[in-house]
C-alpha cells in the first residue's frame, strides 16, 4: 500500500472530515452520480407535492386494486388483518374539521393507525408507489396508486364514494386530513438553536446504573392470540443479540423440551458466564457443587454465599457478590443445583 494511501485511509479513520484526502488518493474510485443518474431513481413525492406524477384514479377501481393486492395483508376496511399495524380507524369528522386527532391525546386508545398520524397525503402517496404492495413494491401504475389511495381516504372518510382523485383534487385532500396540524417540531428530538428554550436531548430519562436498577421494560403484543402463530416465534427469530428480544408470539415448542425456568434464571441472573452444569468455567461445575453438599443441609449458607460473594471453597478464583438477586430467587438457584441442575 502506498504512503498516500495509507494517509488517506488514516484520514478517514482519524478525521471524518478529510474527504478531500480520499479523493486524492483513489483519484480513479467513482464519481458522483450525474443529474440524470439520480432522476432515475428519484421518485420523491415532497409535501408541497413536487415531483408528484400526472394521473388519477377512482375511489370504486381502489376498491378493486384494495381487494386485489393489499386486503390480503391490511383487512378489507385496512382494520389489519390482525398482524400488520391498522390503517385506518381512530379519526372523526371533528378531526378533519381540526387538523388534529383528538384519539392520539388517549392513553386508553388501543392502537396508531395511520390515518391516525400521518400529516401529509404526500406521503402517502410517495410510500405506496415505492414500498407496496411488500411484496412487490413499485409494481402499481401512478394511477393505481391514484386509485388505491382514493379508496384509502374514502375508508377514512376523507373523500366520498364517488371521489376521483388527480394531481389536482389531492390538493384539496391535503385540507381535509386529520392530522394535518398534528405534526411539531418543538419537542426535544428536535435541537437546536433556533427552538428557545429546547434543549438537546432525547426525549426519555435514563440514569446510569451497576446495582438496584429499574426492572427491564416488559415488550407489549397487541396480536390477538389467534394471530400470534402466524410467523412462528418472532422471540427466536430476530434481535438474538442485544437488550431488546422479539416477543415470544409463537407457539412454545413442545412442553418436554422447554428448559428449565430455573435455567432460565440462571441465565437472566449473569450466573451462567461463570457456571456450567457439567464442566468448570470460571467457577466450579453445578453438578460438583451438588456432589459436594449433597445431604449436608447447606442449602442456606450457599444462598448467603451467592449473595454475598466469596473465595477460598473451590480455589483462588473469587465469586463476586450478586446484589442483584433477590433471595427468593437465590434459593431457588441453590435448591435447583443441589437437585442436580437439572436443563428440562
Ligand atoms: C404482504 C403484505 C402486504 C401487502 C400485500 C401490502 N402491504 Fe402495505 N404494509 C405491509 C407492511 C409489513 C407494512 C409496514 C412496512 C414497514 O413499516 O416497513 C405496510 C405498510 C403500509 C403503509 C404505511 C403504514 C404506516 O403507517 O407506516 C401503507 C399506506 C400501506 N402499507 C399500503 C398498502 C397498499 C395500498 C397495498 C396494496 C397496493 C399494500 N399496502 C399491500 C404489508 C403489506
Ligand atoms: C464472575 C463469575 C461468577 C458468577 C457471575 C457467579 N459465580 Fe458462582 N462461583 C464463582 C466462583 C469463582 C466460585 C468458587 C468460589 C470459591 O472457591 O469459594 C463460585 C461458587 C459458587 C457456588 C458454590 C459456593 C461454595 O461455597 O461452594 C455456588 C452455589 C454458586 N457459585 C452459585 C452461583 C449462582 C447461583 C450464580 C448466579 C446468581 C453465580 N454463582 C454467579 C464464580 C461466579
Known amino acids: 500500500m502506498s504512503r498516500s494511501c495509507k494517509a488517506a485511509l488514516l484520514g478517514i479513520v482519524l478525521f471524518g472530515w478529510a474527504a478531500p484526502a480520499l479523493a486524492d488518493g483513489f483519484a480513479n474510485v467513482g464519481r458522483p452520480a450525474t443529474p440524470a443518474e439520480i432522476k432515475t431513481w428519484d421518485i420523491d413525492v415532497g409535501p408541497d407535492f413536487a415531483g408528484l406524477p ?23 376496511f385496512g382494520e389489519s388483518n390482525s398482524v400488520f399495524n391498522p390503517l385506518v380507524g381512530g379519526t372523526t369528522a371533528e378531526d378533519i374539521k381540526t387538523g388534529h386527532v383528538a384519539a392520539l391525546k388517549r ?113 407489549a403484543s397487541q396480536l390477538p392470540d389467534h394471530a400470534r402463530g402466524a410467523h412462528g416465534n418472532i422471540a427466536e427469530q430476530n434481535r438474538l443479540i442485544g437488550p431488546v428480544r422479539g416477543q415470544r408470539t409463537g407457539p412454545d415448542t413442545a412442553a418436554a423440551e422447554l428448559p428449565s425456568p430455573a435455567l432460565a434464571l440462571a441465565e437472566q441472573s449473569g450466573c451462567l458466564s461463570c457456571h456450567a452444569v457439567d464442566t468448570r468455567v470460571v467457577g466450579p461445575s453445578y453438578s460438583e457443587i451438588a456432589a459436594r453438599y ?37 434459593k431457588t438457584l441453590v435448591a435447583w443445583i443441589l437437585s442436580g441442575a437439572p436443563q428440562k
Not at 377512482?58 to 384494495?66: A, F, K, L, P, Y
Not at 442456606?300 to 451467592?306: E, G, I, Q, R
Request: net charge negative; hydrophobic share 40%; glycine share 8%.
Open 294 to 330: 449433597r445431604g449436608k443441609n447447606s442449602a442456606d449458607a450457599l444462598v448467603s454465599k451467592v449473595k454475598a460473594g466469596g473465595e477460598g471453597a473451590w480455589g483462588a478464583v473469587p465469586m463476586p457478590p450478586q446484589d442483584d438477586l433477590s433471595i427468593d430467587d437465590a
Open 107 to 219: 392513553t386508553d386508545f388501543p392502537a396508531r393507525t395511520t390515518f391516525m398520524k400521518v400529516a401529509t397525503v404526500s406521503t402517502l402517496y410517495d410510500y405506496i408507489r415505492r414500498a407496496m404492495p411488500w411484496n412487490a413494491p413499485k409494481s402499481l401504475s401512478d394511477d393505481d396508486v391514484y386509485a388505491v389511495l382514493a379508496y384509502l381516504l374514502n375508508l377514512a372518510e376523507i373523500v366520498p364514494d364517488d371521489f376521483t382523485l388527480t394531481d389536482a383534487t389531492i390538493r384539496d385532500v391535503q385540507q381535509r386530513m386529520p392530522n394535518r396540524d398534528g405534526m411539531t417540531t418543538a419537542h426535544a428530538l428536535w435541537p437546536g438553536p433556533d427552538l428557545p428554550g429546547m434543549l438537546a436531548k432525547p426525549d426519555t430519562a435514563n440514569a446510569a446504573c451497576m446495582t438496584g436498577c429499574k426492572p427491564k421494560a416488559e415488550l
Open 54 to 76: 400526472k394521473g388519477s384514479g377512482t375511489v370504486s377501481r381502489g376498491m378493486e386494486i384494495w381487494e386485489e393486492k393489499c386486503a390480503s395483508c391490511h383487512g378489507t
